[in-house]
């Protein structure tokens, strides 16, 4: 198996600029969590999706951020315009059971990092 | 308060001994709490997880669970130089949401 593909690994871009981050989630897999991790604020949770719908949006910082799973084996999260402080590795997991189950291992690609100039 | 804490490390304990690494977590609705790896520059990856109070035992690694103290604990038996990393705990709420404390960075000295 694969694992969790996420691309581009490494992405520098100027302020205002678009980025897209892509992730393609493990077969079978059909939760999907997007998280950002900064040395200041650790790990965050920005979005998750079961069955390729949104539960829960909540962590997603702004308007400028916007997620879509249009299938179970894609996923984008999209921040438009980019800001430096958008700067952080970004961070797609899967996993086989509901973001509430009891027991959800959480199997995370290689990330993306991203820089904004 | 953040909703999870860890000790804040870093944390450095000789090869052979024994590592404690400590979780605190506010939501009394949480319902299973998880501890991953991460090695420098790479992606977390699940070591241990639990849900019933007491203590689980993987190996050279035991987590311990006590939900009346709100308190989970990652032990390292043995440890060695490749254990050394950043151990991030994390805590599912009843609300399905997953968050993570900011980690303890562990380094073990031959």
């Known amino acids: 198996d694969a694992g969790v593909i996420q691309s581009p690994r490494h992405e520098v871009t100027e302020m205002g600029q678009e980025v897209t981050l892509r992730c393609k989630p493990i077969?079978?897999?059909?939760?999907l969590f997007w998280y950002r991790q900064t040395m200041m604020r650790g790990l965050e949770l920005l979005i998750y999706?079961?069955?390729?719908?949104?539960?829960?949006d909540s962590g997603m910082p702004e308007d400028r951020f916007s997620a879509k799973m249009p299938n179970a084996s894609f996923s984008t999260l999209k921040i438009q315009p980019s800001e430096p402080r958008d700067s952080a590795v970004y961070f797609c997991?899967?996993?086989?059971?509901?973001?509430?189950?009891?027991?959800?291992?959480?199997?995370f690609g290689p990330g993306t990092r991203l820089t904004v100039l | 308060q953040k909703e999870v804490e860890q000790n804040s490390g870093p944390l450095s304990v000789p090869e052979g001994a024994i590592a404690s690494l400590n979780c605190t977590y506010s939501?009394?609705?949480?319902?299973?709490f998880f501890w991953y790896r991460q090695y420098s520059g790479k992606s977390p990856e699940l070591i241990m997880f639990?849900?019933?109070?007491g203590d689980k035992e993987d190996g050279r690694f035991t987590a311990q669970l006590n939900k009346a103290s709100q308190y989970v604990s990652l032990l390292i038996r043995d440890s060695q130089p490749s254990d050394s990393a950043t151990y991030l705990c994390a805590v599912i709420t009843n609300a399905g949401k997953s968050t993570f404390g900011d980690g303890t960075t562990l380094t073990v000295k031959p």
């Open positions: 999706f079961n069955n390729n719908v949104p539960i829960d």
């Open positions: 997991a899967s996993s086989t059971k509901p973001a509430g189950a009891l027991y959800n291992e959480q199997f």
């Open positions: 077969s079978g897999h059909n939760s």
């Open positions: 639990i849900y019933s109070n």
């Open positions: 939501d009394r609705g949480s319902q299973s």
